[in-house]
């Protein structure tokens, strides 16, 4: 066999000491397979980072709307930073859960994250009125975030 052929079993002779060919996995594909995905776990883990990345970003988007609010026209300099640094770091991490899991959702999830605990804030806080119609819709905002997550 040439060198650099990719072949990297070792040979006894004209004998491979390994059965299955270079081109084939030692793993033969049983039901679970999913052909073109990784079968090693890796696309979990990766999945799974993308969607705590997320929702971090998702609470990030509230930090940052709720400092917009607060930096009254960017004339507050700790709340403008605060803007600033926590826009960045929001979109930074959205854009990265976006390499992972569809835009749509992705975006939807992070809207939704960020909207709910916005307003949440705003009512706990004082800073807008709090109504029973209020806390039922931000629950449905939350509750169509999970089902999102759910289908995915």
């Not at 073109?36 to 980072?49: I, L, P």
């Not at 971090?56 to 507050?76: N, P």
């Amino acid at each position: 066999m040439r060198r650099g052929s990719g072949d990297t079993s070792h040979h006894k002779g004209n004998q491979r000491t390994n059965s299955v060919p270079w081109y084939q996995s030692a793993r033969h594909p049983d039901e679970r397979t999913v052909p073109g995905q990784r079968q090693d776990g890796v696309w979990e883990s990766w999945n799974t980072m993308a969607w705590i990345v997320l929702v971090i970003s998702g609470v990030l988007e509230a930090v940052w709307a709720t400092a917009l609010g607060k930096s009254e026209g960017f004339s507050r300099l700790t709340p403008s930073i605060v803007f600033g640094v926590g826009l960045l770091l929001s979109m930074a991490g959205l854009a990265y859960a976006m390499r992972t899991l569809p835009t749509g959702t992705a975006y939807a999830v992070w809207v939704g994250i960020g909207a709910s605990l916005t307003v949440a804030y705003a009512m706990v806080t004082g800073a807008e009125s709090t109504s029973i119609m209020k806390i039922l819709l931000i629950l449905g905002i939350v509750g169509c975030v999970i089902g999102l997550k759910v289908l995915h």
